[in-house]
Every structure is written in structure tokens, then in C-alpha cells.
């Protein structure tokens, strides 16, 4: 591959990607100039280069290539229709892309050693999977719907094959975090802007349609992300929101810190005016979870009073908001609140329907329940229902554990950072339901593929930044996807 290539003795495999980089950022700023560009040139023009230079990059392309993945998720609901009930996005293509080059490069290569590696409950999950065929084909259920849903699941098997790959070294887990922090900040930032200046939509009439406002039975004025396509691009927020705990950590200079507190409040700010009530609780529920895993008091009591002051400042509107989500959460929706009241009804009429048919109905059936768990003990069965739920339970105890036991480092922080964004994750499969859509089910994959390994290095006593238990200094890590092993420094 391109990086074990040698360009005379003073042209460099990095000098010839960016110089390559650079020609093709030209010639596509060139035919913009010319003929104007919709969302879907973009798409196409960025997949092309992000294709070209991650199969040049060789050993560095798959790092490279789960970054350019990240970048995908800014775009939000921009996607391909295959059939009406059939849309691909951006990201799938990068993945399947990229799991076809690694085959490739293992191929070439021949490594023996390579092994697969999957968590026992996906290995278990996946019967579920192509049992849900059946019940569906039998009962009639159009094969574009039955595939929507089951390739939101099944695209899980190539994303901890890719990221595991991708995350061999301190370095990579840093620049792959900030630059899922990034993505958030973008999502944030372009929400925010369109909300304060409803006017953007003028300069940039191909990508922002909507800014007004929506507003809602309390007054509040919801935010409509035209951007990224949906307020439902919050979630991809309280995703990435708790990562600042580290990226405040590893990146310390004053003017870094800066942007770091910036990033978050724009985030913050992002979350509040979308308006998912469920998602104003999910931001409370990491703030208090934060507080009893820092261990500072002061800072702990500062922590506390800002969601009081918060509530104080909030206007009327958005505090009724927020109330009329503790009568939905304790099952008396109000009358006015028509999303609740749908919401209720359908999670209870699934949980109905998967109670009288243990076996499922087979894929899509459901339809959107916007609960998962339940939504897959409707389509695949209890079990499968109970495998999901356990497999999430179970995970979140185990990193919940490892975060207390750890002593204060880097390595804890990012243990915290990821307990946060899982708590998150929970929060969105538990009150959204979002395996109906690509887009907004990749993110919180994302974050449980890091948890697992994250946990997964730690019970193989290697940890993934700085130092190593079993040695006294620092090591390099070099592990394929399942095969660890451990190389001194000379």
C-alpha cells in the first residue's frame, strides 16, 4: 500500500495525500464556480475524495476512514432513495467501504493471526436477526421495510470490526473523540445559527429550507435543524456533549479550554432549543452522574445549582415543557400533549402485542414504537427483547464498575466521558426509538462499539492511554481486531 511506498528521497506518503487532497478540493471548488452544487454533489464529491485517499493511505486508511465516517454523521437526513420505505445514507456506504478494504488488505497481506472479534450478545442477537424473516415474508410485509430495519442492526458486526482496528493506539482514541465532539459542535452550531439568524437560509438555499421556529402546545419554540434535516439531531448531542471531559483534559491550553467550554454551551444551548424534553432530562440524569463520579465537592455543589438556576431563568413556556414530561413519564400524558399521548399509546400497544406473541412478527411490524427494547420484543420476540435489554444493562453495570474502581487518570476520565455519552445512548433507545433510521441509530452504536472496547481493553489489563499496569513505562499497544500484544519502547 501507498504508506510502505517509498517517493524518492524527499516526497513522503503524507506530502502526496495532502498534495492530492488539495488538487481535488480544487478542481471540485472549480466546477462549484462554474455550476452550482446541490447537497447531493456534496455527498457524491466528498465521497469520492474520502474513498481515493483512504485506499492510498494503506495501514493509516481505516483510521482515516472512521473519521471520515464521523464527518458523515453531520449530515444528518440527507440520503439516497432506493424505494419510497428505502433510503441509504452517506454512512453505511462508508462502512461497508471500508470493511471491503480491510478484507482486502487482510487478504493481501495474509495475516494469519487476525481474528473476529464480537461481545457474546451480539453473537447471540444475530439468530434473531434472520429468524425475523420469516414471520415477516409469511405475514406479507414489503422486503424494502424488512431491510431497513434489519440493516440498522446488521451494520453493527463491520463497526466493531473497523473501530476496534481504528482505535489501536492512545493517539487514534483522541482524534477519533474530538472529532466526534467536533461533529457535535457542527450539528450544534448550525442549529443554533439558524435559529438566531432565520435569514441563513437565503445564503445557502441547497442545504437550509426551514428556519422558522416550530412552536408547540406550551408556546415553546422549537428549533428545526433544517440543516441536518430534524430537531432529532440533538440526540447525536447528548452524545457527544460529555466527551468535553476529556477533550478539556488532553487538550489544556487556555485558548483550547476556551473552545472546549464554547463547544459545550453551543451543544447545551442546541439541546435546549430542540425541544425533546427527553433529552432536557437525559443532559440533567449525566450532570448528576458526573457530580458523584468527580469527587470534588465544590465543584459537585456548583454542578447541582446549575440546573436549579437554570429552571429559575427558563421562561414560562419551557417550564411547562419540561413538567409535562413527568405526567408522560408516570403514564398520564396531558390532553394537550398530543406527541406524548401518541407515544404512549404506541409503546403500550406494543408491549401488548410482543406479551401475545412471544416468537415476533417479524421486522418493521411494529412499525416506530420509539422504544427499541420494546420495539424489538414486538418484531423479534421477548427473548430477543430480553437479550437487547440485558445485553444494555449489563454493559452499562460493567462500565459503571470500572469507572468507580479506577483511580484518577486519563484513562479514568475517559471512562467517565464514555459512561456519560452510554447513559445517553440508554436515554435515546429507551424514550426516541431511532433503529428505524440510519442516521440517528449510527451515533449511538458508535458510542456502545467504544464502550465495549474500551472495557474489553481494560479486562485484558492493556490500557488504551498511557501507561500500561504490567510495565513501568510507556508502551506502544499493536493489536489486530482481537489479538493483543504488547511492545517495549527501546
Avoid at 481515493?52 to 482515516?64: I, P, Q, T
Avoid at 415474508?137 to 476496534?164: H, S
Avoid at 421556529?213 to 408556546?219: L, Q
Wanted: a positive charge; hydrophobic letters at 55%; glycine letters at 8%.
Amino acid at each position: 500500500m501507498l504508506s510502505n511506498v517509498t517517493f524518492g528521497k524527499h516526497v513522503s506518503p503524507n506530502v502526496f495525500l495532502a498534495s492530492l487532497t488539495v488538487v481535488l478540493a480544487i478542481l471540485v471548488s472549480v466546477y462549484i464556480l462554474d455550476h452550482g452544487i446541490s447537497y447531493r454533489e456534496v455527498i457524491v464529491s466528498l465521497g469520492v475524495i474520502g474513498a481515493l485517499v483512504v485506499f492510498l493511505a494503506g495501514d493509516r486508511g481505516l483510521k482515516m476512514g472512521l473519521i471520515f465516517l464521523l464527518i458523515t454523521f453531520g449530515l444528518g437526513y440527507r440520503t439516497m432513495e432506493v424505494t419510497p420505505d428505502f433510503k441509504i445514507h452517506p454512512s453505511e456506504l462508508v462502512i461497508w467501504g471500508l470493511l471491503g478494504l480491510l478484507i482486502v488488505q487482510q487478504s493481501i497481506r495474509r495475516r494469519s493471526e487476525t481474528k473476529i472479534w464480537l461481545p457474546v450478545w451480539v453473537i447471540i442477537f444475530i439468530p434473531f436477526w434472520i429468524w425475523a424473516w420469516l414471520p415477516g415474508l409469511n405475514a406479507g410485509q414489503p422486503w424494502d421495510l424488512m431491510f431497513n430495519e434489519f440493516r440498522n442492526f446488521a451494520v453493527l458486526i463491520p463497526l466493531f470490526f473497523l473501530t476496534e482496528i481504528a482505535v489501536v493506539e492512545s493517539t487514534n482514541w483522541r482524534q477519533i473523540l474530538l472529532m466526534f465532539f467536533g461533529v457535535g459542535t457542527w450539528i450544534a452550531g448550525m442549529g443554533v445559527l439558524e435559529y438566531l439568524v432565520p435569514g441563513i437560509k437565503a445564503v445557502f438555499p441547497a442545504f437550509i429550507s426551514q428556519t422558522e421556529p416550530h412552536v408547540t402546545s406550551e408556546g415553546f419554540a422549537r428549533a428545526t435543524f433544517s440543516f441536518y434535516g430534524h430537531p432529532a439531531a440533538t440526540f447525536t448531542l447528548v452524545l457527544t456533549a460529555p466527551l468535553a471531559t476529556v477533550v478539556w483534559r488532553w487538550w489544556s491550553k487556555s485558548w483550547q479550554r476556551a473552545l472546549t467550554i464554547l463547544a459545550v454551551v453551543v451543544q447545551v444551548i442546541a439541546v435546549y432549543i430542540g425541544g425533546f424534553r427527553s433529552m432536557w432530562m437525559t443532559l440533567a440524569i449525566q450532570l448528576v452522574v458526573f457530580v458523584l463520579l468527580c469527587r470534588k465537592p465544590l465543584l459537585a455543589a456548583f454542578c447541582l445549582l446549575l440546573p436549579l438556576l437554570g429552571s429559575w431563568l427558563l421562561p414560562a413556556q419551557a417550564q411547562e415543557r419540561a413538567s409535562s414530561l413527568i405526567t408522560l413519564l408516570a403514564g398520564n400524558p396531558q390532553n394537550t400533549d398530543s406527541s406524548g399521548i401518541k407515544r404512549w399509546a404506541r409503546i403500550s400497544a406494543a408491549l401488548t402485542d410482543s406479551l401475545d406473541h412471544p416468537f415476533g412478527h417479524g421486522w418493521s411490524e411494529a412499525g416506530w414504537v420509539h422504544n427499541d427494547f420494546i420495539q424489538v420484543a414486538a418484531n423479534l420476540g421477548i427473548l430477543a427483547g430480553l437479550i437487547f435489554l440485558g445485553a444494555f444493562l449489563i454493559t452499562f453495570l460493567r462500565l459503571l464498575r470500572r469507572v468507580w474502581t479506577l483511580s484518577p487518570s486519563d484513562e479514568q476520565h475517559l471512562g467517565v466521558a464514555l459512561l456519560l455519552s452510554f447513559i445517553a445512548a440508554g436515554s435515546i433507545l429507551e424514550t426516541q426509538g431511532v433503529e428505524v433510521l440510519t442516521q440517528l441509530v449510527l451515533p449511538v452504536w458508535f458510542v456502545w462499539v467504544l464502550v465495549e472496547i474500551w472495557l474489553r481493553s481494560q479486562k485484558s489489563g492493556r490500557r488504551v492511554l498511557g501507561i500500561s499496569p504490567y510495565f513501568g513505562s510507556t508502551t506502544n499497544l499493536k493489536f489486530g481486531p482481537t489479538r493483543f500484544s504488547t511492545l517495549r519502547h527501546k
